[in-house]
């Protein structure tokens, strides 16, 4: 019943150009004890939003260095999704918990993928609420288990936190984006890891302005006028309709400035076509802002050369995980302005790799200042390109996957460092493999 996921293929030495040679060959190091282990992702869905963007990337590197890994897909109806939406905005603190009825639905729809996952699996990764309660249902079809989460539980709903913790609790790993995220009572072992986003991909890969400017221009925009994109799904906490609020702020200074919402639709978001109505009620007929999504042909080619075009790339969120699209304009050296939640800040330094706002009138302002300063955004735009290289690359998001298997999998790395071998910038494999920004000083270590 779980529905595994065709993976086109992709080879960790076509990265090296970008990554170094030194660290490839430290990936590969680390991959040849692990070679022909069984591990298998399990997530809700395989199209729209974070998950299914990393585990593309991740899941087939994997394959190159030699792992024997499959990602599978939950069996869910309707009203599972329904309750795991809910859950899933509960615990971004959202004030509604789900009734006791979702919460048996979520169990059942849980135990049946629980009865149907195959077993025999070295490490199983779990990814996010929906699949989490599989652990306690058969632990024994894996040598080992990884709860990952991609979601904010920095200030979650303190029922829906305290309903899901039994579930969570025992797994021996999980891995969350920041430490501000970790719930308190987990029994396992805990890493504070950050994803990653591929530079090869066809959303990340270098496009031509020409080119990119020539796609935009298919869909309507003036390619000659300025623009803001925000790339994100039609979701309360992507906050487009503020998005729209700061463009028409700006379009009081600056009338020839262009607006593009782009968004897809997740097949595990049924909440996603109501929001993605009132964004267009919202933007009330305005001929310049563009509501674009993947049923408008929009796919990794057009959101690539979006971002790339724009003149300012927005993700004005309320919470946000970590945000992909934060490290997908920076590599693509775009100048950025975004909220100052979650996984922001953790990609941006204030008024160094791009801004971080508060409200529409803030996002506003500093767009109008990009826009009338290009050698700002210019500067902004090269200073995050540097940063996202160094942190938020796929071949070190895979780095500190293989460090976590070789611990859970009681390997010992050799060298005489242990399964903990430090990494180049002198994090350990249990912890933030990317230097803390400020605030975020003690990422790592076990939460008990
Ligand atoms: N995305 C896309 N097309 C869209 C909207 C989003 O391909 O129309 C991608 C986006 O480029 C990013 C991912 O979906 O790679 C969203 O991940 P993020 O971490 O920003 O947010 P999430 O959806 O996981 O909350």
């Not at 329904?82 to 899933?88: D, W």
Request: proline share 7%; glycine share 10%; charged share 20%.
């Amino acid at each position: 019943m779980l529905q595994p996921v065709t993976l086109g293929s992709k080879t960790l030495a076509d990265y090296t150009h970008i990554f170094g040679r030194d660290e490839i060959a430290e990936i590969r190091a680390l991959a040849e004890p692990l070679k022909g282990a069984r591990v298998v992702h399990v997530s809700a869905t395989a199209f729209g939003g974070g998950v299914a963007e990393i585990l593309y990337t991740l899941v087939p590197l994997m394959r190159d260095v030699g792992i024997d890994v499959e990602w599978q897909i939950i069996y869910g109806r309707e009203e599972f999704f329904f309750a795991t939406k809910l859950m899933h905005n509960a615990l971004q603190g959202a004030p509604e918990d789900l009734t006791a009825e979702q919460w048996a639905t979520w169990r059942e729809y849980n135990e049946m993928n629980a009865r149907e996952l195959p077993d025999g699996w070295d490490v199983a990764i779990i990814h996010d609420p929906q699949p989490a309660a599989m652990y306690g249902l058969v632990p024994e079809k894996a040598r080992s288990w990884l709860w990952r989460c991609h979601i904010d539980l920095s200030t979650p709903n303190a029922d829906t936190i305290g309903q899901l913790l039994p579930y969570i609790r025992d797994y021996p790993e999980t891995l969350f984006h920041m430490a501000q995220y970790v719930p308190d009572g987990l029994n396992g072992h805990v890493n504070v890891v950050p994803p990653a986003i591929d530079p090869l991909a066809p959303k990340n890969m270098a496009l031509s302005p020409d080119d990119a400017a020539y796609v935009c221009g298919q869909f309507g925009i003036d390619v000659d006028r300025p623009l803001l994109v925000q790339v994100s799904r039609f979701d309360p906490w992507k906050d487009p309709l503020g998005v729209i609020d700061a463009y028409k702020l700006v379009k009081e200074e600056r009338p020839d400035v262009q607006l593009a919402l782009v968004g897809s639709m997740a097949s595990d978001d049924p909440e996603g076509w109501d929001y993605y109505n009132a964004t267009v009620a919202h933007a009330d007929g305005d001929p310049d802002i563009f509501i674009l999504n993947n049923f408008n042909n929009v796919g990794s080619i057009e959101v690539n050369a979006f971002q790339s075009h724009a003149d300012v790339v927005i993700q004005k969120s309320i919470r946000e995980g970590f945000g992909l699209t934060v490290s997908e304009a920076l590599w693509k050296s775009k100048p950025f302005v975004g909220g100052d939640v979650g996984g922001i800040p953790l990609q941006v330094e204030q008024g160094v790799t791009g801004y971080l706002v508060r409200s529409p009138e803030q996002c506003a302002a500093r767009c109008a200042d990009i826009i009338a300063d290009p050698a700002l955004g210019k500067a902004l735009g090269r200073r995050g390109k540097a940063h996202v290289r160094k942190h938020f690359l796929t071949p070190r998001y895979l780095r500190d996957y293989l460090k976590i298997f070789h611990e859970v999998l009681g390997i010992n790395s050799g060298g005489g460092t242990g399964a903990a071998a430090a990494s180049p910038d002198g994090a350990t494999a249990r912890g933030a493999a990317v230097a803390p920004p400020p605030g975020a000083a003690s990422a790592q270590g076990d939460a008990a």
